[in-house]
C-alpha cells in the first residue's frame, strides 16, 4: 500500500495539528493504519492505530492527547494531536498492514509513508 502523510508544519506549543495519511490505493480501505514517530536519532516510536472498522488503540504515552480516526470515503486516516508540546517535535510517519494486532511492532510493519514534520516552538 502506498501511503502519503501530510499536515506537518511549525506549530506553537499548547496548539493542535491534524495530520492526513492518505491513499490512492484500494487496498487502504482494508489496512490497518498506525501512525508512529521518529527522533532524530533514535527508532521510531508508535503512537495509534485503527482497524478498517474504526476500533482505535493508543500508545499509554499519548491517551488523551491524541486521536486516530478514519474517513473511508477519502481513504485517509487522521492523527489529531491537541496540546503539542516541544518534545512532540518529530517526524511522524503513517504505516499500514493486514494484522491491526502487529501495527505496534515497527518490525512487523512493510508499508510505511514518506512521513511528515511536526516542530513544535516554546
Known amino acids: 500500500v502506498q501511503l502519503q502523510a501530510s499536515g506537518g508544519g511549525l506549530v506553537q506549543a499548547g496548539g493542535s495539528l491534524r495530520l492526513s495519511c492518505s491513499s490512492s490505493?484500494?487496498?487502504?480501505?482494508?489496512?490497518?493504519i498506525a501512525w508512529y514517530r521518529q527522533f532524530p536519532g533514535k527508532q521510531r516510536e508508535y503512537l495509534a492505530r485503527?482497524?478498517?472498522?474504526?476500533?482505535?488503540f493508543y500508545a499509554d504515552s499519548v491517551k488523551g492527547r491524541f486521536a486516530i480516526s478514519r474517513d473511508s470515503a477519502k481513504n485517509t486516516v487522521y492523527l489529531q494531536i491537541n496540546s503539542l508540546k516541544p518534545e512532540d517535535t518529530a517526524t511522524y510517519y503513517c504505516?499500514?498492514?493486514?494484522?491491526?494486532?502487529?501495527?505496534?511492532?515497527?518490525?512487523?510493519?512493510?508499508?510505511w509513508g514518506q512521513g511528515t514534520l511536526v516542530t513544535v516552538s516554546s
Open positions: 504505516a499500514a498492514g493486514a494484522l491491526l494486532e502487529a501495527m505496534d511492532n515497527p518490525q512487523r510493519i512493510r508499508s
Open positions: 490505493d484500494t487496498a487502504f480501505s482494508t489496512a490497518a
Open positions: 485503527i482497524s478498517i472498522d474504526d476500533y482505535a
